[in-house]
């Protein structure tokens, strides 16, 4: 029996975690399950994969993750026109979500291996608005497919093996001789902001240069080691665990005081070699 994690916007407010809850004890009262976070911005795919991928490598291989952010999909390619739901196999953990682009942005492409979901009851489903007013595809296609591989079923029982799969589009980062073009990808609740700017990045390009991180207006000339090697109130750069740039301001909201926000430019620049 292998571990469940549920990452959601359902929210904490109302009783939708508890009722998704009640269903999972339902169908596998022995399945234990841990939440990675019901906090997710509504319908927002580029937070739920910055969640996921901060921390499903700190679960244990063969770890089922159930993630309901958009939870209708948008497409599932020219066999299987309409919405569609996907479990995938990636790094020696399983996923389930709907087709909405944010497996292949957490995978940074196609997964390992791709399942097509089947639909419950022989559905056929031509376009978003043909879905029934009382279907749920939590509770009626994800859930059920993410308990039956969270108890070692075979992925491939689940649906169609395929290589489909919606992908969203959003700015990489561009590397040129002196210059990192990166973006905001992630807020967090502290308001410190998470680009995609990587440590590993900025070692190759810089390659021991004096450098200079570009914001707005901003200029911040040093990458200190945490956000607390600064002065309260000061504004700071640093790597967070898993290796981002990070710009913050020391005990305040970095990302109101430095008007940054998802998709703002933070250029990394180098003395000319």
Not at 222 to 238: Q, T
Request: charged letters at 15%; one cysteine or more; hydrophobic letters at 45%.
């Amino acid at each position: 029996m292998g571990l469940l994690t549920l990452l959601t916007d359902l929210g904490y407010r109302d009783h939708y975690v508890a009722a998704l809850k009640a269903r999972l004890l339902q169908l596998a009262p022995a399945v234990p399950v841990l939440d990675i976070s019901h906090g997710v911005e509504p319908y927002n795919i580029a937070h739920a994969v910055h969640v996921l991928q901060a921390v499903f490598r700190e679960f244990p291989p063969g770890t089922t993750h159930l993630i309901t952010v958009r939870e209708y999909g948008i497409s599932a390619g020219e066999n299987a026109p309409g919405p569609g739901w996907l479990a995938a196999e990636h790094e020696g953990h399983f996923f389930v979500a709907a087709d909405n682009g944010l497996l292949a942005l957490l995978c940074g492409g196609p997964p390992e291996r791709l399942v097509r979901l089947a639909l419950p009851a022989a559905l056929l489903l031509t376009d978003l608005a043909a879905l029934p007013r009382t279907l749920n595809p939590t509770f009626e296609v994800l859930l059920p497919a993410a308990v039956r591989l969270a108890r070692g079923e075979a992925l491939a029982s689940l649906g169609t093996l395929v290589t489909d799969l919606y992908v969203l589009k959003f700015p990489e980062i561009r590397i040129q001789d002196n210059r990192i073009t990166g973006h905001v990808v992630h807020v967090d609740h502290y308001g410190n902001v998470i680009t995609d700017i990587t440590r590993e990045a900025v070692e190759v390009v810089g390659r021991g240069r004096p450098l200079a991180v570009h914001f707005g207006r901003e200029v911040v000339r040093e990458v200190r080691p945490h956000f607390g090697a600064a002065p309260p109130g000061e504004v700071v750069c640093a790597f967070n665990p898993q290796g981002f740039l990070c710009v913050a301001i020391c005990e305040g909201n970095g990302s109101e005081l430095l008007g940054l926000y998802f998709n703002s430019q933070v250029d990394v620049r180098f003395a000319s070699a």
